[in-house]
């Protein structure tokens, strides 16, 4: 649990950083311009805060700022246009002029420190960078110095949209740690909190027209162990449960909008919708019985379309009007099966008489009847992008989570986008390949590549790019049962996603953001907030080099070094190293740490190398994998390191979706080749089954190929297998072709189904 002192210390004692170094600063996002003078202005005799009269919302800011840094000594004096005054003080000024962007400067000299901004959330921004640069250091007779270099920043965001989102109905979470999280928002100038109310494993938000919601659709009798993917599943037998009420909810908004951060509730429809079919089952197409979900996943049981549910969904949404002040309301719209509807005769009548071809276009008319409502209640409806399916609902905005193409797409339509696809915005990911992280959804999104992240896509016109409002991150918490959970996942990545929102690209470099983190980092420590310290742990990559395995290790970019170990012929090896190739060409087992000068060490990578004739060996594609499972590149299947068995995310697994693999092997080896034994993931859950065959072929000329072994894979209940294809007779081929089919259109019992399978393969050990 969250430590109470942690709440004391966020708001009492502020984003004090020590840092002996004399980096520039180390303001978090990157401002536009910050320039140094040189001298430091002493903040303890810095004891009053000029402010313009009559003004509630910049009172509150300066009041913000003196609870952060406990110093109630400070006074606050109003005054008509705040100027100078004889003693040192901090003056905020509103700039006159229409601006509406999030502008601020910020000026200390000797005489103390001006902060200008055309509204009152750019003085809010100026304080949170200023908190960012204050150093705290032991004075004379036990008094804390707070000190900050004298320092001129300009500073605007790039995006208007800054958005973090967290899911409170896979696990719930209570108002006291909402309030932290928005806390943590506010310091990395994020604008956004998505609040993701309901879904099948919980109704979160109290609805005082229909109390069943919550009463019954809060609460789910059990919850699923381990992961998604085990077989056989293992589930708690533990009722799980609890709700917002709606004057909780006020406080929250209240509590966000005193830090310029405006709540957007998701009510998701028409799919993940078992809590509030469990609640009122005549809303369903079947009338149920239905049950507050257990497990994680897509169901489908879903809301029906018929008038009698759209009404339902208008009221809930009329409380939500009511509740939430700000613009957006989003409605879900995403993994909505449709399989109900195809046999209910509700939804085939509302088809027939709107004219209706498909149910991609009954979902469009369903989301469209809600989209009017809002718009009749002054709101704009926000939807993930499989609500463009049926065609785009009018004035709907866009959350592109499946990549970029639903943005793409919208953008072009000229809908407002958000970009958050789970290449780079998805904080339930792995964010190290460590072998013992903490079990996570799957894939492996490290920070880097959060860092790396460009909302506008480049093959968007200027005009259409107007279109992107800004990125999100999403924290979905099947796998964060607590809150140091939901901390540790979410940070720092949603330090990097900050900085990508806010600051321009040219502005933006992954090295010296590390620098900046590196500090923030030991904040997180001292006040015992968990934190990833991922950025440290060492990556590697391999690359397929003339019939040899090229380990390259990658270091963070910080003042320290390797220390490999290596255990090879029985003999273990300790060193420092500032190299980071290393030749794998014998059977070897190594670990690898990172130090830094402050003696901070990254956790250890091992990577175990196992010779065999195809280790090192060129291989071709046929097929191309998914993006995201070929982190490793095709060297990966050939590279000596087996893939690990306990997940399927990560650089040594290949995912392809709904394809078959298909590779060509530049083998011209001496060798005679006796046995190929194969990786394959299975996990039906997660929509990934084993492939039907494996077929493979030799040639003399890499162009007609011949089969010498096919051999079918059976289904199995295993996780993870190793199927071993021994071969009729030894060969020599020049080249081997690998053939794998993928296991073909998911069956209609299991989840995903309709859908084409994925295939995950891992190393390709050749004998
Ligand atoms: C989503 O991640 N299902 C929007
Ligand atoms: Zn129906």
Redesign the pocket.
Known sequence: MMKNLFVFCLICNGFILYSQNKMNHQIIPNPVSVKSAGGRLNLNDVKQIIIPEKNKGVKKIAEFYIRALNQSDIKIIETKSPHTSSKKSIILQLLRGENSSDYYTLNSSKNGIKITAYQERGLFYALQSLIQIIEKSEGQNNITNLSIPYINIEDDSRFKYRGLHLDVSRHFFPVSFIKNYIDMMAKYKYNYFHWHLTDDQGWRIEIKQFPELTQTGGYRKSTLIGHHSDSPAKYDSTEYGGYYTQDEIREVIIYAADRYIEIIPEIEMPGHSSAALAAYPIF??TGGPYEVANTWGVFDDVF???DTTIWFLKEILKEVCDLFPGEYIHIGGDECPKE??KS????QAIKRRRNIKTEEELQSYFISQIGIFLTSKGKKLIGWDEILEGGIPTNAIIMSWRGEEGGILAAKAKHQVIMTPGSHCYFDHYQSTYAKEPLAIGSYLPLERVYSYNPIPSVLTKQQSSYILGAQGNVWTEYMSDENKVFYMAYPRAIALAEVNWTEEKNKSYSDFIKRLHQHSKWFKENNISFSLSYLDLNYKTKNNNNHVELIINKPALDGSILLETIKDGDAKQEYTSEDTFILDKTLNCKAWYQLKDKTLSRPITIDFVSHLGAGKNITLINSPAEKYFQGGSSALLNGIQAPQNKYGGQEWIGMEGKNFEAIIDYKDTNAISTITFQFFNAPGSWIHLPSEVVISASSDGKNFEIIKQQNIETNNLKYIEPKILLDKKIIPQYLKILVKNHGEIEEHLPGAGHGSWLFIGEIKIE
């Not at 209910?344 to 939804?347: G, H, T, Y």
């Open positions: 369903g197409c029906c379309t018929k109900r509807w209910c005769p509700n939804c």
